[in-house]
């Protein structure tokens, strides 16, 4: 059981089966839909900072991208360049109750 304001890590790599088309990977298509996850996530974890990376592909509709980056406090979307071009993945990683480098910690 988390405690109060702890920091919970949460990586969504869903299969995208018919999500990912010639257009790109719309995470609104995945099942079930990234916002729906990361909306679960913000429900049952209300207490806690969230930090969620969403795997998406380097082709990917922007406006499903949009539509997840306003879910989140801070946000940003990367793609690594290892594969083929058309082949390489990438994260979406957004906060939710905290800013990158806001978050105290007690060491």
Request: proline share 4%; charged share 20%; no cysteine.
């Amino acid at each position: 059981m988390l405690e109060d304001d702890e920091l919970l890590v949460a990586f969504v790599a869903l299969p995208w089966g018919s999500a990912l088309s010639a257009g790109g990977l719309d995470l609104r298509a995945t099942t079930p839909p990234i916002g729906t996850i990361v909306d679960r996530l913000e429900a049952s974890f209300r207490e806690n900072h969230l930090l969620v990376a969403v795997q998406i592909h380097e082709r990917v509709d922007p406006y499903s991208v949009a539509e997840i980056m306003g879910r989140f406090t801070w946000s940003s979307t990367t793609t690594y360049e290892i594969d083929a071009a058309g082949e390489n993945h990438g994260l979406l990683i957004g906060t939710i109750r905290w800013k990158a480098g806001l978050l105290r910690t007690d060491a």
